[in-house]
Structures are given as C-alpha cells and as structure tokens.
Nanobody
Framework: QVEVVESGGGLVQAGESLRLSCTTS????????MGWFRQAPGKEREAVTC????????YYADSVKGRFTISRDNAKNTLYLQMNSLRPEDTAMYYC??????????????????????WGQGTQVTVSS
C-alpha cells in the first residue's frame, strides 16, 4: 500500500522560510523521481519542482528558481522542499508526488507524469504580506 504524507506547512510572513517534508512507504522510493506541486484556490495544480531518483537532476518552475530547493534522503524515504523568501503568491496547497514508473524522469514527472503519480493529501502554505 502506497503512502505519501506531507508535513511542514503553515502560516508565515512574506520573506520568511518554511521546510516541507514528504514521508513515503509502499514503493521503492530510491528508484523513482519525486516532485512538489501546488494548487491555489481557483487555479490549476502546477508543478513546482521535481527531482530524479538519485537527486542528480532537478527541475524548477521559473517562479521559484533561486528561492526553493528540493532534496531527498533515500535512506529515510523522505522528500524535502526548502522554501525561502516566501511571497504571498506562493500561498497554496502543496502536494508531494511520486512517479509511478521508474522510467519517469524528473522533467517528465513535472510536465506530463502527474496523471499517473502517487499523491499525498497536501499541506497548506499561507504567506501573508
């Protein structure tokens, strides 16, 4: 049984930082790409960042480049998202996604793989101005 559980969201002021975590079980974590997506009210879910199984390749949306950092600890089956210099427009529900195929690259997961990914329930991030 696949489980994907996000944590670490909260309410912060603009300019502050948050670190999200995603703990997983039920699949071979160190064999698949992982990613973070977000969805703001009234908007479609969008890819924020994805990382390859080894951590050697990453994709970032332009809106978060230089501010967010994705990382993974394969020994702990855990994915992280360090978010710095947060802005009100970063406010959204943040979801962790695991590729359902080992062949999915980080780029593929972020751009086309979401329909077949394993998803968590999300963690809310709210940034006040």
């Amino acid at each position: 049984q696949v489980e994907v559980v996000e944590s670490g969201g909260g309410l912060v002021q603009a300019g502050e930082s948050l670190r999200l975590s995603c703990t997983t079980s039920g699949f071979t974590f160190d064999a698949v790409s992982m990613g973070w997506f977000r969805q703001a009210p009234g908007k479609e879910r969008e890819a924020v960042t994805c990382i390859s199984w080894s951590g050697g390749s990453t994709y970032y949306a332009d809106s978060v480049k230089g501010r967010f950092t994705i990382s993974r600890d394969n020994a702990k089956n855990t994915l992280y998202l360090q978010m710095n210099s947060l802005r009100p427009e970063d406010t959204a529900m943040y979801y962790c996604a695991a590729a359902s195929r080992t062949a999915y690259t980080d780029d593929f997961l972020c751009h086309r793989g979401r329909s077949s990914a394993y998803w968590g329930q999300g963690t809310q991030v709210t940034v006040s101005s």
